[in-house]
């Protein structure tokens, strides 16, 4: 089958790529740096990805030169890009500051833009810049900070992009994309139906003879595992493992239950709560966090298992979809942003001695929504909004110990505000984010004043983007404004006060009519306030594919009136309003 090949640089939007050329119906496969020209078989078109690399260090991956001499269209996106004219003789070099972000771009006329405005709005995550071009090489794209950011050589049919095309925010990058494949002239005859039925015929040769526990959270990429693994294997040789950790919301596991017997699925529940609480203690680094909660899965599905008598004769399975494995930093060349609870090191171990089967493990959230619905699995369930495997424990900020901003900190970020007649605070505790395909881990700075949606987005943007110690920015709604930290750790009396401002949250979304236009909500509960009170964060995103998102813009006034329901809650200090897209905040905290 004729297909395009996609090189995995380590980007956290690699497969993006190959989903969205299967989206095209070409097939599509992803692979590493070390592709010969002999691995060309059937290739019609060759993506290079981006990457948290630069170029120019030591052990940066680079490709076959041959590769690039083959004849076979190519395009490179960010780091491909730039390392296309590296390696063909152009010059790149660091900007003055890192580009997080929307950007408007002028197009020159090009086959690869055929059917674009002269302006179009693309969405940048880089440091490095292509400066100087190589010989035969023009520039057919550039912003205001980016001279080459689309640049191409028609006689070799090689196209680099400093944006990334395959992320929804770029808005017309699907048909960037369209074109390429038609400069490929790639037969277009992938369909998810095909792909479906292929992933049955898979499981079946893989587990048979075999039960297989599956861990399910309710979710949709647990829900859809499930569903396909009954079909592939049939009902009696597949059981679903609920555990409640303690992490859920209000009531959810008792829902879950509820839902999975509706739908015929056979599913038990265990409760270890306090084993979890246990075992967290007084851990407060995020990270940290992650691999104990991973761990304490494992420790209680095994123990399940044994009890069950399935040990011998079993499998486990698990619900883990692309953007779990790109962000633990589980491909090559793909940086550590977290390390999800399925993928913390014993999990590993157990992959790689096919202890663990991962059905969907290599699609993205949208694909696994769409197989959901050709699996006629009901709508409500499918349109879930997405809740971690962790669950609150990762929106429960804890701090054992006081931190204090340096003024020179603070003064960098009024610099950036004092345009705007608005007043800043940085707060004194720190967030997990992804900026240029890398993990941060920095502080949040706090916006305060009234301003238009449009305004807090690009007040945003430009701290992020100017201040390197900055990775997320909160805009100030109500209650206290001077917000000290204080120690506080993970337990059941700060999860139950999480769990109410969750519920009365998803409530008023709901009687508000937000449930569509909000892809997901965390509510993140900060330890910081006085006499002991906390400080709540709403994050409510818009998204397709998780690797990217936005903020949502609710109406401020609707804003406002559930800030003053939360803050009848006499434990509450204050209320903040997460204006960060993605990059350079990730959806959650931690």
Same mark, same amino acid.
């Given at each position: 089958?004729?297909?395009?090949?996609?090189?995995?640089?380590?980007?956290?939007?690699?497969?993006?790529?190959?989903?969205?050329?299967?989206?095209?119906?070409?097939?599509?496969?992803?692979? $590493?740096?070390?592709?010969?020209?002999?691995?060309?078989?059937?290739?019609?078109?060759?993506?290079?990805?981006? @990457?948290?690399?630069?170029?120019?260090?030591?052990? #940066? +991956?680079?490709?076959?030169?041959?590769?690039?001499?083959?004849?076979?269209?190519?395009?490179?996106?960010?780091?491909?890009? $730039?390392?296309?004219?590296?390696?063909?003789?152009?010059?790149?070099?660091?900007?003055?500051?890192?580009?997080?972000?929307?950007?408007?771009?002028?197009?020159?006329?090009? +086959? *690869?833009?055929?059917? *674009?405005?002269?302006?179009?709005?693309?969405?940048?995550?880089?440091?490095?810049?292509?400066?100087?071009?190589?010989?035969?090489?023009?520039?057919?794209?550039?912003?205001?900070?980016?001279?080459? #950011?689309?640049?191409?050589?028609?006689?070799?049919?090689?196209?680099?992009?400093?944006?990334? +095309?395959?992320?929804?925010?770029?808005?017309?990058?699907?048909?960037?994309?369209?074109?390429?494949?038609?400069?490929?002239?790639?037969?277009?005859?992938?369909?998810?139906?095909?792909?479906?039925?292929?992933?049955?015929?898979? *499981?079946?040769?893989?587990?048979?003879?075999?039960?297989?526990?599956?861990?399910?959270?309710?979710?949709?990429?647990?829900?859809?595992?499930?569903?396909?693994?009954?079909?592939?294997?049939?009902?009696?040789?597949?059981?679903?493992?609920?555990?409640?950790?303690?992490?859920?919301?209000?009531?959810?596991?008792?829902?879950?239950?509820?839902?999975?017997?509706?739908?015929?699925?056979?599913?038990?529940?265990?409760?270890?709560?306090?084993?979890?609480?246990?075992?967290?203690?007084?851990?407060?680094?995020?990270?940290?966090?992650?691999?104990?909660?991973?761990?304490?899965?494992?420790?209680?599905?095994?123990?399940?298992?044994?009890?069950?008598?399935?040990?011998?004769?079993?499998?486990?399975?698990? @619900?883990?979809?692309?953007?779990?494995? /790109?962000?633990?930093?589980?491909?090559?060349?793909?940086?550590?942003?977290?390390?999800?609870?399925?993928?913390?090191?014993?999990?590993?171990?157990?992959?790689?001695?096919? $202890?663990?089967?991962?059905?969907?493990?290599?699609?993205?959230?949208?694909?696994?929504?769409?197989?959901?619905?050709?699996?006629?699995?009901?709508?409500?369930?499918?349109?879930?909004?997405?809740?971690?495997?962790?669950?609150? #424990?990762?929106? !429960?900020?804890?701090?054992?110990?006081?931190?204090?901003?340096?003024?020179?900190? $603070?003064?960098?970020?009024?610099?950036?505000?004092?345009?705007?007649?608005?007043?800043?605070?940085?707060?004194?505790?720190?967030?997990?984010?992804?900026?240029?395909?890398?993990?941060?881990?920095?502080?949040? #700075?706090? /916006?305060?004043?009234?301003?238009?949606?449009?305004?807090?987005?690009?007040?945003?943007?430009?701290?992020?983007?100017?201040?390197?110690?900055?990775?997320?920015?909160?805009?100030?709604?109500?209650?206290?404004?001077?917000?000290?930290?204080?120690?506080?750790?993970?337990?059941?009396?700060? =999860?139950? =006060?999480?769990?109410?401002?969750?519920?009365?949250?998803?409530?008023?979304? !709901?009687?508000?009519?937000?449930?569509?236009?909000?892809?997901?909500?965390? /509510?993140?509960?900060?330890?910081?306030?006085?006499?002991?009170?906390?400080?709540?964060?709403?994050?409510?995103?818009?998204?397709?594919?998780?690797?990217?998102?936005?903020?949502?813009?609710?109406?401020?006034?609707?804003?406002?009136?559930?800030?003053?329901?939360?803050?009848?809650?006499?434990?509450?200090?204050?209320?903040?309003?997460?204006?960060?897209?993605?990059?350079?905040?990730?959806?959650?905290?931690?």
């Amino acid at each position: 089958m004729e297909k395009i090949l996609v090189i995995d640089y380590g980007s956290q939007y690699t497969h993006l790529l190959a989903r969205n050329i299967r989206r095209l119906n070409v097939y599509s496969e992803i692979k $590493q740096p070390d592709v010969t020209k002999k691995d060309l078989k059937d290739v019609k078109g060759i993506i290079l990805s981006g @990457g948290p690399n630069s170029v120019y260090e030591k052990n #940066a +991956p680079k490709i076959s030169k041959k590769i690039l001499e083959s004849g076979i269209p190519i395009l490179g996106v960010c780091y491909g890009h $730039q390392l296309i004219s590296h390696m063909l003789g152009g010059k790149l070099e660091r900007g003055d500051s890192m580009e997080y972000g929307f950007a408007m771009m002028k197009t020159e006329k090009n +086959p *690869l833009f055929k059917g *674009l405005s002269k302006q179009e709005v693309v969405w940048m995550s880089h440091g490095d810049h292509v400066k100087e071009l190589p010989e035969g090489f023009q520039s057919i794209g550039y912003t205001d900070r980016c001279q080459n #950011a689309a640049v191409c050589n028609k006689e070799k049919n090689i196209f680099g992009l400093q944006f990334h +095309p395959e992320v929804t925010h770029t808005r017309n990058g699907m048909t960037i994309l369209d074109n390429f494949v038609n400069l490929c002239d790639a037969k277009r005859e992938w369909k998810i139906e095909n792909y479906i039925e292929s992933l049955k015929a898979k *499981l079946k040769k893989k587990i048979a003879g075999k039960k297989v526990f599956l861990l399910v959270s309710g979710g949709v990429d647990s829900t859809v595992t499930f569903r396909l693994l009954n079909e592939a294997l049939g009902k009696d040789k597949v059981i679903g493992l609920h555990i409640d950790n303690g992490f859920m919301r209000h009531k959810e596991s008792c829902h879950i239950i509820k839902e999975f017997k509706k739908l015929g699925l056979n599913v038990k529940k265990i409760d270890c709560s306090e084993y979890f609480l246990k075992k967290i203690g007084k851990t407060t680094d995020p990270e940290t966090k992650r691999k104990i909660i991973g761990k304490a899965f494992i420790d209680v599905t095994n123990k399940a298992i044994k009890q069950t008598g399935l040990d011998k004769n079993s499998i486990l399975s698990q @619900g883990t979809i692309y953007p779990d494995t /790109i962000e633990s930093g589980d491909t090559k060349n793909s940086d550590k942003i977290k390390t999800h609870h399925n993928r913390v090191s014993i999990v590993r171990e157990m992959i790689e001695k096919g $202890q663990i089967i991962e059905p969907i493990k290599d699609l993205y959230k949208d694909e696994v929504r769409l197989i959901g619905y050709k699996l006629k699995i009901p709508s409500h369930m499918i349109k879930r909004h997405p809740f971690p495997g962790p669950g609150l #424990a990762i929106r !429960c900020l804890c701090s054992d110990r006081t931190r204090k901003i340096s003024k020179r900190l $603070q003064k960098k970020v009024d610099n950036v505000i004092d345009p705007y007649f608005l007043t800043s605070k940085v707060l004194p505790i720190r967030s997990v984010g992804v900026q240029g395909d890398s993990r941060t881990y920095r502080n949040p #700075a706090m /916006i305060i004043g009234e301003a238009d949606w449009d305004k807090l987005n690009t007040i945003s943007t430009e701290i992020c983007n100017k201040v390197e110690e900055i990775n997320r920015v909160v805009w100030h709604v109500a209650g206290d404004k001077d917000l000290d930290l204080r120690k506080a750790y993970l337990t059941k009396e700060r =999860l139950d =006060l999480l769990r109410e401002v969750d519920l009365t949250v998803r409530t008023f979304i !709901c009687k508000n009519d937000y449930n569509n236009r909000i892809w997901q909500m965390p /509510i993140v509960l900060l330890p910081l306030g006085t006499d002991g009170k906390e400080a709540i964060v709403l994050r409510p995103i818009c998204s397709t594919e998780v690797m990217t998102a936005n903020f949502t813009r609710m109406d401020q006034d609707d804003v406002k009136r559930l800030a003053k329901i939360i803050l009848k809650n006499k434990k509450i200090s204050a209320i903040m309003y997460d204006i960060t897209n993605k990059p350079p905040g990730t959806v959650e905290w931690e």
